[in-house]
């Protein structure tokens, strides 16, 4: 049962939304432990078959770290994270060229001799951002699929065709070793590339029994996230449950099987009780929905909320996509 508010599509026997949930600004907590002049990771984090990996790069006064939270093996077609640290070790601020939104214009993609992809940015000539000294944290998401694709009649130099409708996105790369790439048009160096293998999409079985506990350093957005699950589940009839679990993940795999019209990454929040949907819209002498499990999508970019669902098992978790229990 699945809500498409962006497309605001209300067919019969689905819910009606429960909340949009905005941030005007997020707040980066946390401390990244230095040691020898090396990123010391923290223990092995959940949802994939490896632990928080990191790479450095350093020229002059900056040292660039990447970072990806779910390992080295990811299923086709699905979305994992991380981030990039930039450290300034100078004593003054640093000028950077490019740097849009008062942050530098930085993504990660992954690359193969056989597969060769880079990162595109828009056009658009911004004003230098300082890079004041110490540790600047810029999340990033990383995408099994093609970057790009060529629709019904198109043409393009080394694309593949989209996927058929209702997708009609970029199609899940071939299985095989890549290279997560860190790519900028911003005054800065990259980090050094991190091996990334894609498997066949398969479900992690394990996925919900070892998820590590969110903390704003693995989940900047958790304070906003907590607010939201405590909403649903108040309004839906069971203000007692307190936990649940964030899924990074992409809509499409969260809404399947299910049909949306867009898939980015999204963050899936899951929650455990005794549902009754308070808020659904359902047609004459139709039935008010009731389940245990409460699914519920927020775009990780705009943080928007995009669907909601009501259900009696747990969405499956594939292979390389982080999973966190949370409190709230």
Excluded at 267 to 291: D, H, L, M, N, W
Aim: glycine letters at 10%; proline letters at 10%.
């Amino acid at each position: 049962m699945l809500v498409d508010q962006a497309a605001a599509v209300r067919p019969h026997g689905r819910c009606a939304a429960i909340a949009l949930v905005r941030w005007d600004r997020l707040l980066v907590l946390g401390l990244l432990v230095m040691l020898g002049g090396l990123l010391v990771p923290p223990s092995p984090l959940s949802g994939a078959s490896g632990t928080l990996k990191a790479t450095v790069h350093e020229v002059g006064a900056l040292r660039v770290h990447l970072v990806l939270l779910a390992g080295r093996t990811l299923s086709a077609g699905a979305s994992t994270s991380g981030f990039v640290v930039i450290n300034n070790t100078a004593k003054a601020p640093i000028a950077m060229t490019q740097g849009c939104g008062g942050k530098p214009d930085i993504a990660v993609v992954l690359s193969s001799s056989k597969v060769p992809q880079a990162a595109v940015f828009a056009a658009v000539k911004c004003p230098d951002v300082e890079l004041t000294p110490g540790l600047h944290r810029y999340p990033i998401d990383i995408s099994a699929s093609y970057q790009g694709c060529i629709g019904p009649g198109g043409s393009g130099g080394g694309l593949p065709p989209c996927l058929p409708a209702p997708d009609s996105g970029p199609p899940p790369l071939p299985v095989g070793r890549y290279q997560a790439v860190m790519a900028t048009d911003s005054s800065i160096p990259t980090a050094k590339p991190l091996p990334v293998t894609v498997i066949h999409p398969r479900a992690n079985p394990t996925a919900y029994r070892t998820a590590q506990l969110a903390t704003m350093l693995t989940m900047p957005a958790l304070s906003s996230l907590e607010k939201s699950a405590a909403a649903e589940a108040r309004l839906n009839g069971d203000a007692s449950v307190h936990h649940g679990y964030i899924i990074l993940t992409t809509r499409e795999q969260a809404a399947a099987p299910d049909i949306v019209n867009s898939d980015q990454p999204v963050y899936e929040v899951v929650i455990q009780g005794r549902f009754t949907c308070g808020t659904c819209s359902i047609p004459p002498r139709a039935k008010i929905p009731t389940g245990s499990v409460i699914t519920s999508s927020v775009d990780r970019q705009t943080f928007q909320g995009l669907d909601f669902g009501i259900t009696r098992s747990l969405p499956t978790v594939l292979v390389g996509e982080p999973v966190y229990r949370f409190r709230f």
